[in-house]
């Protein structure tokens, strides 16, 4: 029991850290066009704001989503309980959680194959992303079908993938508008308090894919908050003194994207049905992170190689 909990808290904060490496990028570009005590402010603020308000709450409003009919303090003091009724509780919403989870992941990770730039590993990206007008229809046919599949089973699943889907769209609108502001931020004569909160807004956003993919690790609250706390924590140390030697790693994005397309897979499968061990979540991002750190590591020896060899 202890080994399944340190190996489900040790995997939520690796995938944490890997899917928050994109937004700490930003913070830590836009924080040195901040004077000092505007980057503390950030830091503090951001902290509490993100790390435990936004990832504090967010697992038990989606918990809470799965049995609106409970008080939302109710849902807080179910999920620290011992109350045998919660085992029960938690088998009749696993399948609605993990499918509107799944569905979430899979369209951020088709949404990063199709229409992002990126470092290619493979042939078939580069193939990929110059057909990406066809993310759209890929996207279509997969949540119909899902849902198709769903209404058999329980027209709440239906529901459950609808929200996924359109959990997808509202963030990634956001992190899109994200990306084209950055510039702007970083050029622009905006005040530092208008910077500070343009942070703390896109920080919270990006927290929800750490926060919803954790569900393909456990569904025990407290595991989650613990896992993603500390995960969230790292990033924090990595925007503050780490992140030139983060940007190095070129592939990190890809081994994070590949790491949420196949925790998203596991969730769909598993709201229908399939049975997979506690370890597969965990195992699939340590292999796919250490994967790709690996491709990256490997490049940075080349550059150093051909620095030489000049």
């Not at 808290?9 to 490496?21: A, W, Y």
Request: hydrophobic fraction near 55%; glycine fraction near 8%.
């Amino acid at each position: 029991m202890i080994i399944h909990i340190i190996i489900v808290i040790i995997g939520l904060c690796v995938f944490e850290i890997i899917t928050s490496i994109d937004n700490a990028v930003v913070n830590a570009h836009v924080l040195k066009t901040l004077p000092e005590k505007y980057q503390k402010f950030f830091l503090f603020w951001g902290l509490i704001i993100a790390v435990f308000l936004v990832r504090g709450l967010l697992p038990f409003l989606i918990v809470w989503l799965t049995k609106p009919s409970m008080h939302f303090m109710e849902v807080i003091r179910f999920a620290f309980s011992n109350d045998p009724s919660m085992k029960e509780y938690v088998h009749h919403t696993k399948s609605i959680l993990l499918l509107g989870g799944g569905v979430y992941l899979v369209l951020v990770f088709l949404g990063w194959l199709f229409m992002e730039e990126k470092k290619y590993v493979f042939l078939v990206e580069h193939f990929i992303h110059k057909q990406g007008i066809w993310f759209y229809a890929f996207a279509s046919i997969f949540l119909t079908t899902i849902i198709y599949l769903s209404l058999g089973r329980n027209p709440l699943l239906a529901l459950s993938a609808s929200i996924g889907s359109m959990a997808f769209f509202i963030t990634d609108g956001f992190k899109k508008n994200a990306e084209e502001k950055e510039e702007e931020l970083l050029s622009s004569n905006m005040s530092a308090w208008s910077k500070n909160l343009y942070l703390i807004v896109l920080d919270a956003s990006f927290s929800i894919d750490g926060v919803i993919g954790a569900f393909a690790f456990t569904i025990s609250v407290p595991l989650i908050l613990i896992g993603n706390g500390i995960g969230a924590i790292v990033v924090r140390e990595f925007t503050v003194r780490g992140m030139d030697l983060v940007t190095k790693f070129a592939y990190l994005k890809n081994g994070a994207m590949y790491s949420i397309g196949v925790l998203g897979g596991l969730m769909v499968l598993e709201a229908f049905g399939k049975e997979y061990p506690f370890w597969v979540a965990p195992l699939n991002t340590f292999v796919l992170l250490g994967f790709f750190l690996y491709l990256s590591h490997r490049e940075i020896e080349q550059k150093h190689k051909l620095e030489e060899d000049l």
